[in-house]
Nanobody
Framework: QVQLVQSGGGSVQAGGSMKLSCIAS????????MGWFRQGPGKEREGVAA???????RYPNSVKGRFTFSKDVANYTLFLQMNSLQPDDTAMYYC?????????????????WGQGTQVTVSS
């Protein structure tokens, strides 16, 4: 069974940086496509990074140029590097895996979710 275990998160001041990690089971890396999502207070879950089957990441305009999605294949680990963080980036962040869709921002396309990690950005 695919499992995703997240680490990282915490509090940072506006303008700061933070890196999230997500360790996936080996099976997930070969057969699933991955993404990162966030859900702020009173908001819907939104995709902040997704990866195409060829490993190319994509980002919505809200985080483009500030967030970087990468993976360490040897260690089955995903990373989300977040720079120039702003209070609007405050949310619970999740990594997710889909066995059907690659590069999607639609949360309903993902089957497996990490436990979530809180990111709080203060002004």
């Amino acid at each position: 069974q695919v499992q995703l275990v997240q680490s990282g998160g915490g509090s940072v001041q506006a303008g700061g940086s933070m890196k999230l990690s997500c360790i996936a089971s080996a099976y997930a890396f070969s057969d699933y496509c991955m993404g990162w999502f966030r859900q702020g207070p009173g908001k819907e879950r939104e995709g902040v990074a997704a990866m195409y089957a060829d490993g190319t990441p994509r980002y919505p305009n809200s985080v483009k140029g500030r967030f970087t999605f990468s993976k360490d294949v040897a260690n089955y680990t995903l990373f989300l590097q977040m720079n120039s963080l702003q209070p609007d980036d405050t949310a619970m962040y999740y990594c997710a895996a889909s066995d059907r869709y690659c590069g999607s921002y639609d949360a309903s396309d993902y089957d497996v979710w990490g436990q979530g990690t809180q990111v709080t950005v203060s002004s």
